[in-house]
């Protein structure tokens, strides 16, 4: 199975600020990288979709890159909405496996 | 809009079995692969198992195998989640998702969870 490793775990920051979230796979997935925003109590949401592509409807200031192994969640300028939980997940091979997790907070 | 209603938690003792159930609608529900994830108290998503649109292949994670089966209808949209042999370990929020495509990819709508406790 395919091991995704994110870093950091919990990630402190401010209203405004520029944030990014790294995920690793245990062997190439190519693009095949997806970024999820989950909140207590309600249904994850994707953002971001092989690698790079923006789910219709997520604000812009989330950006995904990377290929191979190595990949990175980018939100540019922190907002209220944004303090959840991320997680990235490889879709290149089954079992389907997550990250485990990166925590945004105040 | 796409709808997952999922159903069938509840409490159930350890070593016992239970049946999710996934209704989707709003959506050609034999168009697309599903997938069951779940979330265990204070831990991170977990992807438990999928199944191709037109039930051909399963998939599942290894800590189920073999316990847990997956399964679909498509004349009536419903997914199915069978488990059985359950452990304190299976206890969490267990979420029904629609895959990107019918071949199966990432996670694309998600219904709202239901709950299962394995407890004496």
């Known amino acids: 199975d395919i091991q995704m490793t994110q870093s950091p775990s919990t990630l402190s920051a401010s209203l405004g600020d520029r944030v990014t979230i790294t995920c690793r796979a245990s062997?190439?997935?190519?693009?095949?990288l997806a970024w999820y925003q989950h909140k207590p109590g309600k249904a994850p949401k994707v953002l971001i979709y092989?690698?790079?592509y923006l789910e219709s409807g997520v604000p812009s200031r989330f950006s995904g890159r990377g290929y191979g192994t190595e990949f990175t969640l980018t939100i540019s300028s922190l907002q209220p909405d944004d303090f959840a939980t991320y997680y990235c997940?490889?879709?290149?091979?089954?079992?389907?496996?997550f990250g485990q997790g990166t925590k945004v907070e105040i | 809009e796409v709808y997952l209603v999922e159903s069938g938690g509840g409490l159930i003792q350890p070593g016992g079995s239970l049946r999710l159930s996934c209704e989707g609608s709003g959506y050609t529900f034999s168009g697309y692969a599903m997938a069951w994830v779940r979330q265990a108290p204070g831990k991170g998503l977990e992807w438990v198992s999928g199944?191709?649109?037109?039930?051909?292949?399963?998939y599942y994670a290894d800590s189920v195998k073999g316990r847990f089966t997956i399964s679909r209808d498509n004349s009536k949209s419903l997914l199915y989640l069978q488990m059985h042999s359950l452990t304190a370990d299976d206890t969490a929020t267990y979420y029904c998702a629609r895959d990107d495509a019918p071949g199966g990819g990432y996670c694309d709508s998600w219904g709202q969870g239901v709950q299962v406790t394995v407890s004496p």
């Open positions: 997940q490889q879709y290149k091979t089954d079992p389907r496996t």
């Open positions: 062997q190439s997935i190519d693009v095949w």
């Open positions: 199944i191709r649109a037109n039930h051909d292949s399963t």
């Open positions: 092989k690698t790079y």
